[in-house]
Every structure is written in C-alpha cells, then in structure tokens.
C-alpha cells in the first residue's frame, strides 16, 4: 500500500474503494486480516471483519442476535 489512502486500518478499508483496490482487494484484505481482523471503524460506526471464523460467530451466534422485534413490549 502506498499510503495515499490513508494509513493503519482505516486506510487499508477506504483503499478497498478505489480503482485500484476494487481491481485486486486481496492485498489489502490479507493486510487487514494480519493487522486488524475486528476492526471498528469509528468514522462509519461499524465493525469490519475479514476472518472466516470471525464472520461465522458474529452471523450464528446468539451474543450477536438483536432481539425478537415481536416480543418487545411498547413503552
């Protein structure tokens, strides 16, 4: 990377967006997955993750669940 982005993590994620990163992402994926595989992007109010297992427990886990909309009672 050559840092026009930006650097650290944040920089690696906005270069995903640019010609060149959505030409071949996999550098910079490999490098987040390296350095920053949950990463809180404070600017957009987001987790990224790019780690397989990651990805898994956040979509199958119960800790990760919103609660069911339909037994929330009205206040």
């Not at 944040?10 to 949950?38: I, K, M, N, Y």
Request: negative net charge; hydrophobic residues 40%; charged residues 20%.
């Amino acid at each position: 990377m050559d840092g026009t982005v930006g650097e650290g993590p944040d920089g690696l994620l906005w270069s995903l967006f640019t010609p060149e990163g959505r030409e071949d992402p996999h550098p910079a994926l490999a490098e987040l997955r390296r350095t920053a595989p949950v990463h809180f992007a404070a600017g957009l109010g987001v987790y990224f993750l790019t780690r397989y297992a990651d990805c898994r427990a956040v979509l199958t886990g119960s800790a990760f669940a919103a609660p069911d909309p339909w037994t929330l009672s009205a206040r």
